[in-house]
């Protein structure tokens, strides 16, 4: 990931809430479409002119080629504000973050976050890394990728929502771990959308946690075929199952896993 120093200017006499409201949406709108990542962008006032430092999956992650039809719009939104066409600059690359997939056509992929995650959801199957949103060949829905930002957000907050032992931590667990819930619902359907848009079979990860007894969940089987999915040894030390006619993918129970 790359940390952008971007600087807008104004061109005119404008209103301090105009432009707050541009370069806000402009964010908004970027990170929809997956471009930049993570939630708060503290942005420094000068005379004339702001400056925000973004974390981007890649360097070249604000091209104009990858601009959703929204960050279209909300560029010229900070032109009726006011504000010259932004300037760009690379800092360097972010040591707290990980490193994109090295290639975005792997043999599969999968839908997978974590609450610790800013980062993509879309992950390579042969390395975990992230694959960029806005390098799905088309939009996943309205336009952009607005629809998977809004499911991880989601499921972060369902799971900080268990680990906090939360009132409603049971309802959250259902969420993170049931083929019956409106969580995996929504992520299924997204995984079959990426998919049909990028040829890339698309898993989706269903979370798993308790159970009565270690031999129990060793043998627990696929939730939604109830077929054998155990794998011999488990992929990138999270996931012991995986269905490939459900395209799922699931971890031992973290009780009992070592
Ligand atoms: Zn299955």
Redesign the pocket.
């Known amino acids: 990931m790359f940390i952008k120093e971007i600087r807008f200017e104004c061109y005119q006499n404008t209103q301090y809430a105009a432009v707050e409201r541009a370069i806000n949406n402009y964010f908004d709108m970027l990170r929809y479409n997956g471009q930049i990542l993570g939630r708060e962008f503290p942005v420094a006032m000068f005379a004339s002119w702001f400056v925000v430092r973004l974390v981007c999956p890649e360097e070249n992650s604000l091209h104009d080629k990858f601009n959703s039809q929204q960050v279209k719009q909300a560029l010229d939104g900070l032109t009726a504000a006011g504000l010259l066409a932004p300037k760009i600059k690379t800092i360097g690359e972010d040591l707290n973050s990980l490193e994109c997939a090295s290639h975005f056509k792997p043999s599969w992929q999968l839908l997978y976050t974590t609450f610790l995650d800013t980062c993509s959801p879309l992950r390579c199957g042969e390395t975990l890394a992230p694959i960029p949103l806005y390098r799905t060949a088309e939009a996943i829905s309205n336009g952009d990728r607005k629809s998977v930002i809004k499911w991880q957000e989601e499921w972060i907050n369902c799971d900080e929502l268990q680990m906090n032992g939360s009132a409603v931590s049971s309802v959250a667990l259902q969420e993170l771990g049931d083929v019956d819930s409106r969580l995996y619902h929504r992520g299924s359907e997204l995984c079959k959308r990426i998919e049909g848009i990028t040829h890339v079979p698309t898993y989706y990860y269903l979370y798993r946690v308790a159970g009565k007894s270690l031999q129990e969940e060793q043998q627990r089987k696929?939730?939604?075929?109830?077929?054998e999915?155990k794998l011999d040894s488990p992929l990138f030390d999270i996931f012991d199952f995986k269905?490939d006619?459900?395209q799922?993918v699931s971890n031992l129970s973290w009780d009992f896993k070592k």
Do not use: I, K, Q
Request: net charge neutral; glycine share 18%; charged share 0%.
């Open positions: 696929c939730p939604c075929c109830g077929g999915w269905c006619s459900c799922l």
